[in-house]
């Protein structure tokens, strides 16, 4: 079970990072041409909008992908002393704030969304909704790792030691290789 959630979040991962890297560097691209065309008296008249959503799928997608690859700030060391049951108990206590918070995120993005697809952008004409998008993928997508790690969690429970470090669980359970050039020295 865990393996084939593992495997369908690694794929979900990977795309999301693929439209926010892609998204990244249309954007790029995209301000790039409009400063050359402004320097040459011309305006790229759509380029704005096309930026600003974009923006919206490099950022939502990509805060999903760095959330699913735990390259979050973790400060276990003011509950090291604790038990490790307790320490488990609290980690998935804290995913399931996380599936909460995405949960109350993409109701409300459904709601407003709904409204949105009658409302088209003013310069491009694409509807609104397509800027909500990549918030409710991303937080629906958080939502499942959050989910997996919670189990991930409640199965390594039974083989790790006392004392081992709640990132274990993540490093045994990881959805995306640790990248050694991030590592910490010492």
């Keep these: 079970m865990l393996q084939a959630s593992r495997r369908i979040l690694i794929a979900i991962g990977f795309a999301e990072l693929a439209v926010a890297m892609l998204s990244f560097w249309i954007i790029l691209l995209l301000v790039v041409a409009?400063?050359?065309?402004?320097?040459?008296?011309?305006?790229?008249?759509?380029?704005?909008?096309?930026?600003?959503?974009?923006?919206?799928?490099?950022?939502?997608?990509?805060?999903s992908f760095i959330y699913q690859a735990r390259q979050m700030i973790i400060m276990e060391f003011l509950i090291v002393r604790w038990s490790l049951r307790w320490r488990i108990w609290l980690y998935v206590f804290t995913q399931?704030?996380?599936?909460?918070?995405?949960?109350?995120?993409?109701?409300?993005?459904?709601?407003?969304?709904?409204?949105?697809?009658?409302?088209?952008?003013?310069?491009?004409?694409?509807?609104?909704?397509?800027?909500?998008?990549?918030?409710?993928?991303?937080?629906?997508?958080?939502?499942?790792?959050s989910v997996y790690f919670a189990v991930a969690a409640v199965a390594a429970a039974r083989d790790l030691p006392p004392g081992a470090p709640l990132s274990e669980i993540e490093e045994r359970y990881a959805l995306v290789p640790p990248d050694r050039r991030f590592a910490t020295v010492g």
């Design 96 to 145: 399931f704030l996380v599936i909460v918070f995405c949960a109350v995120v993409v109701v409300a993005a459904v709601r407003i969304a709904r409204q949105e697809l009658d409302f088209p952008s003013f310069v491009i004409g694409v509807p609104r909704f397509y800027w909500t998008l990549p918030l409710i993928i991303g937080s629906i997508s958080m939502c499942l790792t």
């Design 34 to 63: 409009q400063v050359v065309a402004r320097q040459l008296s011309y305006s790229l008249w759509w380029a704005q909008e096309w930026t600003e959503l974009l923006i919206m799928y490099a950022y939502f997608l990509g805060t």
